[in-house]
């Protein structure tokens, strides 16, 4: 069985290498993969798109973690993937949107909803708070989670008002984007999924594999940032590296960061192939959610003062991380989620 990327995928990694080579910030990172094309990577062919699926998505989601950039990618990365799976449901302004570089903000909490059905099936109304979009600030459009499914709401129209929500991120990096939560009163929304059986776990599963994607990369960015500065400096003559608790701390943070590495491709390859990745989901963000944090406090320990410095890189990776269990849930969360899944079987 052959585990290496095919030649889409690894086009797809050197194209999204281009973009980061020329050290964009994330203030300009979203227009330069634009430019390149890579925002439409999963957006259906007959949209303007690539119709690639979850594992080219994982591969830019991991390529910005690495880079510890912020941009709207990981939602329209995650709409991409939900158009490609919308069949029969108008999105013909929706993806051209997003073709033409518009955001789409995406939530799967909702902290109070109902959705009202029309008596014409196309069209619903729905009514409720939702929480955690990414780079909502900048949102044409939103999807939001129904026990149906996801739903398709433009944030133009009437009966939407978004209250920013500040990011970890932000509160060392004054420019950074805001999340945002969405308060919304009968609404009119397209729902996405009909009639699947799966919908609400399709999504969530979309969701938290770029998510996934996206924290292994932020671990594996920190992991060299902190190798690169153990083998640069010195002390008593000699690279941090060759101290053996220095080395021994950071192996353990590199057997952490490929493992997630991998149960993230595992999970896109997965979804691709129309299986359910519930259950290693589950397992890989409660290990990020835990054995992560403590990896990334760990990153911060073996820099000294450095790693406290906020004009030093590692703080944009563990606010970045902290930001990525706040969508994702933490160590409780999922671990119940996959105590459920076991206690079902």
Request: a negative charge.
């Amino acid at each position: 069985m052959d585990f290496g990327l095919d030649e889409t995928q690894l086009a797809v990694r050197e194209a999204v290498q281009g973009v980061l080579s020329r050290e964009p910030t994330s203030a300009n990172a979203w227009q330069m993969l634009c430019d390149s094309g890579v925002h439409v990577l999963a957006l259906p062919e007959d949209s303007g798109g690539a119709g690639l699926g979850a594992v080219e998505v994982g591969i830019v989601a991991q390529a910005l973690g690495t880079a510890a950039l912020t941009t709207p990618f990981l939602g329209v990365g995650i709409a991409g993937m939900v158009a490609s799976r919308a069949t029969g449901a108008d999105i013909g302004d929706w993806s051209k949107s997003i073709a033409d570089g518009e955001v789409t903000a995406v939530s799967v909490r909702a902290v109070r909803q109902s959705v009202t059905p029309d008596p014409v099936p196309e069209y619903s109304g729905i009514t409720g708070r939702f929480g955690a979009a990414q780079h909502a600030e900048d949102a044409r459009w939103l999807l939001a989670p129904t026990a149906g499914g996801p739903v398709l709401v433009d944030v133009a129209q009437g009966g939407v008002a978004m209250a920013p929500v500040e990011t970890s991120l932000r509160t060392e990096a004054p420019d950074a984007p805001v999340d945002g939560q969405f308060d919304l009163v009968d609404v009119p929304c397209t729902p996405l999924f009909a009639g699947r059986p799966d919908a609400s776990e399709l999504f969530a599963d979309l969701h938290r594999a770029v998510f996934l994607s996206y924290a292994s990369g932020l671990l594996k960015g920190a992991l060299q940032l902190t190798a690169d500065h153990l083998g640069t400096r010195k002390q008593f003559g000699r690279p941090l590296a060759t101290f053996q608790a220095a080395s021994q701390e950071i192996a353990d943070i590199y057997v952490l960061a490929t493992a997630l590495e991998s149960m993230s491709l595992y999970c896109n390859w997965t979804i691709d192939n129309g299986g359910s990745a519930g259950t290693e989901l589950d397992a890989a963000l409660f290990l990020f959610a835990g054995e992560g944090r403590a990896a990334m406090q760990m990153c911060h320990h073996l820099h000294g003062g450095l790693g406290v410095d906020v004009t030093y890189p590692m703080h944009r990776y563990f606010s970045s991380a902290k930001d990525v269990v706040r969508h994702c849930g933490g160590e409780r969360q999922n671990l119940r989620r996959l105590g459920t899944r076991c206690s079902s079987v």
